[in-house]
């Protein structure tokens, strides 16, 4: 199992989670019909090989927000704060 996480950049260019999906590892079917519908142009969707919410949302903030000063992971779904440092 893979968890998609789902979210956009905002204006002030934080990263805000808004879904979080349970797939099967590398199903894009799954993953085109989640994100069917939103706005590509501001949409952020990763697929992370990790069973549990918390740790996407982590590797999503290693991986996409730690190096960029000033720049925030804010999860709207569980609201878990990454480890920052």
Do not use: C, K
Not at 21 to 40: F, V
Not at 60 to 80: C, F, K, M, N, Q
Request: aromatic fraction near 8%; proline fraction near 2%; charged fraction near 30%.
């Amino acid at each position: 199992m893979s968890t998609l996480l789902i979210g956009r950049w905002t204006w002030a260019g934080h990263l805000e989670v808004t879904g979080s999906h349970q797939i099967e590892d590398g199903d894009t079917d799954a993953i085109r019909e989640l994100i069917q519908g939103g706005d590509i142009g501001n949409l952020w969707a990763v697929e992370f090989p990790v069973d549990r919410h918390r740790d996407a949302v982590q590797r999503a903030y290693d991986e996409y927000v730690a190096d960029e000063d000033g720049t925030r992971l804010i999860d709207e779904v569980e609201h878990y704060e990454p480890v920052t440092g």
